[in-house]
């Protein structure tokens, strides 16, 4: 089995005065399967962690303003569709409630939603995981 490059796997959130916390959730196109998920890339050759989070966000949403980032110790393991073995990094980012997003052609969708609804839109346990450990970040660090 090859292991293939690491990547990030990056769940977006804003604080909407109205709705509460809300998570962007991300619609893959129809050349990618057509599945909602949350914001993840490959790590480039000589990348960063940091760069690859900047390129990532620039990339599939845009000039999208970022107001803080949480790094977590969470390292998913798993087998892509092709038998490879994968690593995914996990990184809560705060975007600002008044970010305008400008999709890339990878992306055909995006939602905003609340914790539960997110859980039960998204396709991959680990992206359902992931989103349980950011929610769980965020209620720890507003109290």
Partial sequence: METKPTNILAILYRQNPDKGIEFLCLK???YMNSFWQ???GTINHFET???ALSREVLEKLGNIE???VIS?????QF???KGNSCREILFILESN?????TL???ITDFKWLNYSSALSLLKFDRHKEALAIAFTKILEKSN
């Avoid at 977590?72 to 998913?76: S, V």
């Avoid at 409630?97 to 997003?101: D, L, M, P």
């Fill in 97 to 101: 409630n008044q970010s305008e997003i």
């Fill in 79 to 81: 087998i892509d569709k």
């Fill in 72 to 76: 977590t110790e969470k390292i998913f």
């Fill in 49 to 51: 962690l940091s760069d």
């Fill in 104 to 106: 890339s052609p990878q």
């Fill in 38 to 40: 949350l914001l993840s």
């Fill in 66 to 68: 970022i107001i803080q």
């Fill in 28 to 30: 893959e196109s129809e």
